[in-house]
Protein backbone atom coordinates (compact mmCIF):
# COMPACT_ATOMS: atom_id res chain seq x y z
CA UNK A 1 0.00 0.00 0.00
CA UNK A 2 1.35 3.38 -1.10
CA UNK A 3 1.56 5.89 2.18
CA UNK A 4 -0.42 8.45 0.42
CA UNK A 5 -2.93 5.90 0.27
CA UNK A 6 -2.29 4.88 3.37
CA UNK A 7 -2.57 8.94 4.90
CA UNK A 8 -5.78 9.42 3.27
CA UNK A 9 -7.53 6.54 4.69
CA UNK A 10 -6.22 7.39 8.52
CA UNK A 11 -7.34 11.17 7.48
CA UNK A 12 -10.72 9.72 6.33
CA UNK A 13 -11.16 7.90 9.67
CA UNK A 14 -10.62 11.47 11.64
CA UNK A 15 -13.04 13.17 9.10
CA UNK A 16 -15.55 10.53 10.35
CA UNK A 17 -14.80 11.51 14.10
CA UNK A 18 -14.85 15.01 13.78
CA UNK A 19 -17.83 16.46 16.15
CA UNK A 20 -20.66 17.90 14.56
CA UNK A 21 -21.39 21.52 16.48
CA UNK A 22 -25.02 22.59 15.75
CA UNK A 23 -27.99 23.18 17.53
CA UNK A 24 -30.33 20.84 16.45
CA UNK A 25 -32.02 17.83 18.35
CA UNK A 26 -31.70 15.29 15.59
CA UNK A 27 -28.50 13.27 14.37
CA UNK A 28 -26.51 14.23 11.36
CA UNK A 29 -25.14 11.18 9.66
CA UNK A 30 -21.71 11.30 8.04
CA UNK A 31 -20.36 9.14 4.78
CA UNK A 32 -16.91 9.12 2.86
CA UNK A 33 -17.10 8.22 -0.40
CA UNK A 34 -13.90 7.88 -2.69
CA UNK A 35 -13.95 10.49 -5.26
CA UNK A 36 -10.47 9.84 -6.70
CA UNK A 37 -7.07 9.25 -6.12
CA UNK A 38 -6.46 10.83 -2.59
CA UNK A 39 -10.00 12.99 -3.09
CA UNK A 40 -12.91 12.03 -1.42
CA UNK A 41 -16.87 13.50 -0.50
CA UNK A 42 -18.22 14.37 2.75
CA UNK A 43 -21.77 13.26 2.41
CA UNK A 44 -23.90 14.95 5.98
CA UNK A 45 -27.74 13.57 6.25
CA UNK A 46 -29.62 16.23 8.32
CA UNK A 47 -32.93 15.75 9.64
CA UNK A 48 -36.01 17.42 8.22
CA UNK A 49 -36.33 21.49 9.10
CA UNK A 50 -32.97 21.28 10.69
CA UNK A 51 -31.37 25.14 10.92
CA UNK A 52 -27.80 24.85 12.22
CA UNK A 53 -24.25 25.99 11.35
CA UNK A 54 -21.42 23.02 11.61
CA UNK A 55 -17.65 23.13 11.91
CA UNK A 56 -15.39 20.43 10.00
CA UNK A 57 -12.01 20.75 11.04
CA UNK A 58 -10.08 18.93 8.73
CA UNK A 59 -6.31 17.26 9.66
CA UNK A 60 -3.69 19.71 8.67
CA UNK A 61 -2.52 18.21 5.37
CA UNK A 62 -6.19 18.10 4.31
CA UNK A 63 -8.30 21.31 2.30
CA UNK A 64 -12.26 20.84 1.70
CA UNK A 65 -13.43 22.31 -1.28
CA UNK A 66 -16.50 22.07 -3.64
CA UNK A 67 -19.35 22.45 -1.33
CA UNK A 68 -22.86 21.26 -2.31
CA UNK A 69 -24.48 24.27 -0.74
CA UNK A 70 -25.70 27.56 -2.43
CA UNK A 71 -23.20 30.57 -1.99
CA UNK A 72 -23.17 32.50 1.25
CA UNK A 73 -24.06 29.23 3.53
CA UNK A 74 -20.38 27.84 3.63
CA UNK A 75 -17.25 29.49 3.71
CA UNK A 76 -13.48 27.25 3.50
CA UNK A 77 -10.64 29.18 5.50
CA UNK A 78 -7.47 26.47 5.13
CA UNK A 79 -8.30 23.29 7.10
CA UNK A 80 -11.60 24.28 8.79
CA UNK A 81 -15.26 24.01 6.55
CA UNK A 82 -17.97 25.90 8.13
CA UNK A 83 -21.74 24.95 6.70
CA UNK A 84 -24.59 26.76 7.73
CA UNK A 85 -27.72 24.55 6.90
CA UNK A 86 -31.43 26.09 6.70
CA UNK A 87 -33.89 23.23 5.95
CA UNK A 88 -31.67 21.18 3.95
CA UNK A 89 -31.84 17.35 4.07
CA UNK A 90 -28.28 17.25 2.47
CA UNK A 91 -24.71 18.75 2.10
CA UNK A 92 -21.78 17.65 0.84
CA UNK A 93 -17.98 18.67 0.27
CA UNK A 94 -14.82 17.27 -1.25
CA UNK A 95 -11.71 16.96 0.81
CA UNK A 96 -8.19 16.45 -1.00
Known amino acids: MK??????GIACMIVL??????????FIERSVVPAGNSTYRVILKIPEGTVAGITETLPTEM??????LPP???????NTVTLVIIDEREAS???T
Not at 3 to 8: E, K, N, R, S, Y
Not at 72 to 78: A, E, H, L, N, P
Open 63 to 68: VGCEVS
Open 17 to 26: ILLVQCATAG
Open 3 to 8: QGHLFA
Open 72 to 78: GQYKIDG
Open 93 to 95: YLV
